[in-house]
T-cell receptor, first 113, second 115 residues
Framework: EPEVTQTPSHQVTQMGQEVILRCVPI?????FYWYRQILGQKVEFLVS????????KSEIFDDQFSVERPDGSNFTLKIRSTKLEDSAMYFC???????????FGQGTRLTVV | QQQVKQSPQSLIVQKGGISIINCAYE??????FPWYQQFPGKGPALLIA?????SEKKEGRFTISFNKSAKQFSLHIMDSQPGDSATYFC??????????????FGKGTSLLVTP
C-alpha cells in the first residue's frame, strides 16, 4: 500500500538552528501539506502546496518557515531559526485530487532545546 | 476562532458499547467532513468521511451522522472494542478560494474502551 514517508522520525536541535524536515508523498499525488501537532493538542494546518507553489498558509507559517519540492519526489519543510515553541510533531500529508482522501505520514518529532 | 468544535475531550466506553463523538462547525463553505483515528506515535489515519449531500454514512461499525442545518456531525462506533482505543479527530475542509482543501481539525477525543 502506498504511503507517505517522513524523515527523520525524531530530530533534536538547538534553539536558533535551522532544520529541514523531509517528506516523500505518494507518487501520483498532486496536493501536499504540512501540519503540526503540539503534544496533546490538535493537529494544526501549516501550509498547502500545489503546482509548485504555496496555495494557502496559516498564520503559524511565518517568515521562519519555507517549503520546497526540489526534485519532484521530496517535499521539505524548513524552519530557519528554531524556537522552543516549534517543538511539536510535524506531519506531512498528500492527496491525489483536492477532494480525495489525505494520507498522513508517521510524523517527525521535533524537539528544540 | 476555532472553526471545528469537538466533544467530549475524553470518553470511556465498555467493550460492546456505543461510542459517540460530536463535532460542530461554523464555516458554511465546508463541504468535506472526515474523521481521523490516531494511535500514539502515529500519524492520523482516515476512518470515514462524509459530504453534505447525505445525512448518514456507514462503514462497518463506524457511522457518521450529518446535520447540515445544525452544522453538526457525529461519529458513532458500534460494538466498541479495546482496539478502538485511540484519539479521534473530526475535521472539515472546503474548496473555497485557494484553500487547497486544508483540513481544520477539532481538538480530538481520547477514547478508551475497557474490556
Amino acid at each position: 500500500e502506498p504511503e507517505v514517508t517522513q524523515t527523520p522520525s525524531h530530530q533534536v536541535t538547538q534553539m536558533g538552528q535551522e532544520v529541514i524536515l523531509r517528506c516523500v508523498p505518494i507518487s501520483n499525488h498532486l496536493y501536499f501539506y504540512w501540519y503540526r501537532q503540539i503534544l496533546g493538542q490538535k493537529v494544526e494546518f501549516l501550509v498547502s502546496f500545489y503546482n509548485n507553489e504555496i496555495s494557502e498558509k496559516s498564520e503559524i507559517f511565518d517568515d521562519q518557515f519555507s517549503v520546497e519540492r526540489p526534485d519532484g519526489s521530496n517535499f521539505t519543510l524548513k524552519i530557519r531559526s528554531t524556537k522552543l515553541e516549534d517543538s511539536a510533531m510535524y506531519f506531512c500529508a498528500s492527496r491525489w485530487l483536492e477532494n480525495t482522501e489525505a494520507f498522513f505520514g508517521q510524523g517527525t518529532r521535533l524537539t528544540v532545546v | 476562532q476555532q472553526q471545528v468544535k469537538q466533544s467530549p475531550q475524553s470518553l470511556i466506553v465498555q467493550k460492546g458499547g456505543i461510542s459517540i463523538i460530536n463535532c460542530a462547525y461554523e464555516n458554511t463553505a465546508f463541504d468535506y467532513f472526515p474523521w481521523y483515528q490516531q494511535f500514539p506515535g502515529k500519524g492520523p489515519a482516515l476512518l470515514i468521511a462524509i459530504r453534505p449531500d447525505v445525512s448518514e454514512k456507514k462503514e462497518g461499525r463506524f457511522t457518521i451522522s450529518f446535520n447540515k442545518s445544525a452544522k453538526q456531525f457525529s461519529l458513532h462506533i458500534m460494538d466498541s472494542q479495546p482496539g478502538d482505543s485511540a484519539t479521534y479527530f473530526c475535521a472539515a475542509s472546503s474548496q473555497a478560494g485557494n484553500s487547497g482543501y486544508a483540513l481544520n481539525f477539532g481538538k480530538g477525543t481520547s477514547l478508551l474502551v475497557t474490556p
